[in-house]
């Protein structure tokens, strides 16, 4: 599976899009981009995911470059709950299986 | 209605010891999944089951046996603990094993062993 690359930490202002950052170079065809959270103290939570094409759901956005060697996910409105680790994970849609980074925390302030 | 629950929320034991953590979720998911969370943070996988059978089960002690009687349960089972067990562990199920489906999480079990 690709490895992923991300920033250790960001800040946001409350209210602002966060715009979180995400490089998977080596990213084959058939694998997929996915998104989760960690709020502290808490499980992981599922945010969105993608293979080629834009995203958007009730959460966020995920753009995919053309060449999908990168990917943003746009919060829209950040507020003080969307504080939390961000994950990127790539995997093949063949083997399910999560390989987890270190993620971005991401602070958002108020 | 929690979707993932586990109990207990929090196990403080001795050396040696052998306890179990418990995990059931109510969404009808056929594959279950144990991850351990170290002090540093990484979520690793350790096992995870589809409709009661073993499919993934990655570099772990055989102190640690998971037993699943029936879907909507797994449970971990550990014999022997020792310090470096101490972590968090989280189960977390999905509608199948293979394919784009998101995992639903639990809220963890932090296990410190003395």
């Known amino acids: 599976d690709a490895k992923t690359t991300q920033p250790t930490s960001m800040d946001c202002a409350e209210g602002r899009a966060a715009n979180l950052p995400c490089n998977h170079s080596t990213i084959s065809g058939n694998e997929y981009v996915y998104w989760y959270r960690q709020i502290h103290s808490q499980g992981p939570q599922y945010i969105i995911h993608g293979l080629k094409n834009n995203e958007t759901n009730e959460m966020a956005s995920l753009i995919i470059t053309e060449d999908r060697k990168s990917s943003t996910l746009i919060l829209p409105h950040a507020t003080l709950r969307d504080t939390a680790v961000y994950y990127c994970?790539?995997?093949?849609?063949?083997?399910?299986?999560?390989?987890w980074g270190a993620g971005t925390k991401l602070i958002i302030k108020p | 209605d929690t979707a993932v629950s586990q109990t207990p929320k929090y196990l403080v034991t001795q050396m040696g010891n052998d306890k179990s953590i418990k995990c059931e979720q109510n969404?009808?998911?056929?594959?279950m999944y144990w991850y351990k969370q170290d002090s540093k943070k990484f979520l690793k996988i350790m096992f995870s089951?589809?409709?009661?059978?073993?499919?993934i089960n990655e570099t772990v002690p055989n102190r640690f046996s998971p037993k699943s009687p029936d879907k909507a349960h797994l449970n971990l089972h550990i014999n022997s603990l020792e310090l470096g067990d101490s972590a968090v562990y989280f189960c977390a199920s999905s509608q199948g094993s293979r394919g784009p489906y998101e995992q639903y999480f639990g809220p963890g079990t932090r296990l410190t062993v003395t």
């Open positions: 969404l009808g998911h056929d594959t």
């Open positions: 994970i790539v995997i093949r849609n063949s083997n399910y299986q999560l390989i």
């Open positions: 089951y589809n409709n009661k059978e073993l499919i």
